[in-house]
């Protein structure tokens, strides 16, 4: 087992001269990796300073790059130090006003009504051209 850093050890690694990454609760030395890096070195640094965990799994990385990783490990994260998700709650939504209701009535009455009488008309024409 390698040393265990906190996450301000970790944040302390943030330039492209030194580089280091939490994935899977371990903690990852890329900076001689950046250049290699198929995605650029702005899709590592991007993930400095964040348990990158879910971005790394998000792309779908090769078994050959997963066995990569075990000679950029530096050691493993102390979870203690890394703040809790927090649940997203959405915005309250306004409550639904009943007030809003006959408005809704009176526009579709508006739309309805002069439909109803045309096709009554068409119907009439229609009827009387016939006889």
């Known amino acids: 087992m390698g040393k265990i850093y ?19 609760g371990k903690v990852f030395d890329v900076t001689k990796f950046l ?8 899709v590592l640094l991007a993930s ?6 879910d971005d790394f799994e998000d792309i779908g990385h090769s078994t050959t790059a997963r066995a990569m990783m075990v000679e950029y490990c530096v050691g493993e994260i102390d979870v203690a130090t890394i703040p809790k998700r927090v ?3 959405p915005p309250k939504q306004p409550h639904y006003s009943q007030d809003k209701t006959a408005e809704f009535i009176i526009r ?11 096709g009554l008309a068409v119907a009439v024409r229609f009827c009387t051209k016939s006889s």
């Open 6 to 24: 906190t996450l301000a050890e970790v944040l302390t690694h943030n330039s492209p001269k030194d580089c280091w990454l939490i994935i899977n």
């Open 35 to 42: 250049e290699d890096h198929p995605g650029g070195e702005e």
């Open 48 to 53: 400095i300073g964040k348990d990158a965990s």
């Open 87 to 89: 649940k997203y709650t």
């Open 108 to 118: 579709l009455l508006q739309f309805l009504v002069p439909l109803a009488i045309l």
